[in-house]
């Protein structure tokens, strides 16, 4: 079985796709999974400044 389309070296096989032991470097600290967690809350907070920013200075224009 040939992975080639997938960026596995040729003749690799599902031996390569089985190997976990290659991953263990990726593997992250504890502060990683919270800097990971507070990504999405610090990009929705902006998301929620900015929408409020644009409503409040369309209405004082509307006024």
């Given at each position: ?20 032991s290659s991953l263990a ?39």
């Amino acid at each position: 079985m040939e992975f080639d389309n997938v960026g596995l070296r040729h003749g690799a096989g599902v031996e390569a796709l089985t190997d976990l032991s290659s991953l263990a470097g990726l593997a992250f600290l504890v502060y990683g999974w919270i800097i990971l967690a507070l990504i999405p809350l610090a990009v929705t907070a902006l998301a929620m400044l900015m929408a409020r920013f644009t409503v409040i200075s369309t209405l004082k224009k509307m006024l």
